[in-house]
């Protein structure tokens, strides 16, 4: 069984920084691409950044300059570094990762889920 696990979310100030964590658990053979969603009240989740197995990133315009997506792939950790935040970046934010188990013909490539955690940006 995989599991993603989040941390590092809360309240702080419009201007402040949060840094986000998410670590992978299980039988994990790979993890491909990682990345990070958030989903505001009454809005779609969307993606914020994302980082590729070989570290290539990409980023939502929104967060372009201001969030930074980082990975450990020793400690199967993604990172989110969020400065300069505004209100506007409240929301929910969801560790995403594809990732493989198994091996032969028991071999499986599927899409996981954070719980995700809370982020308040008050003004």
């Known amino acids: 069984q995989v599991q993603l696990v989040e941390s590092g979310g809360g309240l702080v100030q419009a201007g402040g920084s949060l840094r986000l964590s998410c670590a992978a658990s299980g039988s994990i053979r790979v993890i491909n691409d990682m990345a990070w969603y958030r989903q505001a009240p009454g809005k779609e989740r969307e993606l914020v950044a994302g980082?590729?197995?070989?570290?290539?990133?990409n980023y939502a315009d929104s967060v372009k300059g201001r969030f930074t997506i980082s990975r450990d792939n020793a400690k199967n950790t993604v990172y989110l570094q969020m400065k300069s935040l505004k209100p506007e970046d409240t929301a929910v934010y969801y560790c995403?990762?594809?990732?493989?188990?198994?091996?032969?013909?028991?071999?499986?490539?599927?899409?996981?889920w954070g719980q995700g955690t809370q982020v308040t940006v008050s003004s």
């Open positions: 980082v590729t197995g070989a570290g290539n990133t």
């Open positions: 995403n990762a594809d990732i493989g188990t198994g091996y032969g013909l028991g071999a499986r490539v599927r899409d996981y």
